[in-house]
């Protein structure tokens, strides 16, 4: 099946200051890719979903200005936590598809700590 | 609205079938996944369905049907590492995939 990448897979950051997560996709396009975060013994709860190309849109109560997302080849997508907060802890996972829509591949996960 | 509805939890033996049931509602239908989560860990594919029937896959088997919402994931020879969350996802007609919490599977010796 087709390889999604992320990176890194868990980060330790001080209070205040910028994480960046990276999502590719290995050996397909990656035509929309989408962000997750999942809270401990939770559902995973989408934030945003972006298209190569194009501004991401963000669901309901995800500033956008604090999680930026970049999609800006078929392969890769960040996502930028600024200014991060221990609130902002969490298990951030991104996810891909391609054209077909038939199916979603997910990265590794990245566990992020803000102390 | 949309929503999933799947036992929270359930218990099986070594060895032994079982089947996770789960019924949905969604705005438009573009097929549905089964995942497998284990716990700190990102969900993995494990089949997808879009026509009605019975789709197989070793030990695992996925089951669809449109009209009544519903679909299940069999799991037949059960072990150990089979422990993990099972989360059913519909694609919506915009081609989100719509989350629910899934359903705790352990499974004992």
């Known amino acids: 099946g087709a390889v999604v990448s992320q990176h890194p897979s868990w980060v330790i950051c001080k209070s205040g200051t910028s994480v960046k997560i990276e999502c590719r996709s290995l050996?397909?396009?990656?035509?929309?890719m989408f962000w997750y975060r999942q809270f401990p013994k939770q559902s995973l709860m989408l934030m945003a979903t972006?298209?190569?190309?194009?501004?991401?849109?963000?669901e309901q109560g995800v500033e956008k200005d604090k999680f930026l997302i970049n999609h800006a080849s078929l392969t890769l997508s960040t996502l930028t936590v600024t200014s991060a907060h221990p609130e902002d802890s969490s298990f951030y996972i991104c996810?891909?598809?391609?054209?077909?829509?038939?199916?979603?591949?997910f990265g590794q996960g990245t566990r992020l700590t803000v102390v | 609205g949309q929503n999933i509805d799947q036992p929270t939890e359930m218990t099986a033996t070594e060895g032994a079938i079982v089947q996770i049931n789960c019924t949905y509602q969604t705005s438009g239908f573009n097929g549905l996944f089964w995942y497998q989560q284990h716990a700190g860990e990102a969900p993995t594919f494990l089949s997808y369905?879009?026509l009605d029937g019975l789709e197989e896959k070793g030990r695992f088997s996925s089951f669809l049907s449109r009209s009544k919402g519903y679909s299940y994931l069999l799991l037949k020879e059960l072990q150990m590492k089979d422990s993990a969350s099972y989360l059913c996802v519909p694609m919506d007609s915009n081609y989100q995939l719509i989350w629910g919490a899934g359903t705790k599977l352990i499974i004992k010796p």
């Open positions: 050996d397909f396009q990656a035509t929309t």
């Open positions: 972006s298209n190569e190309g194009s501004k991401a849109t963000y």
């Open positions: 369905n879009v």
């Open positions: 996810s891909a598809q391609g054209q077909t829509n038939t199916e979603a591949f």
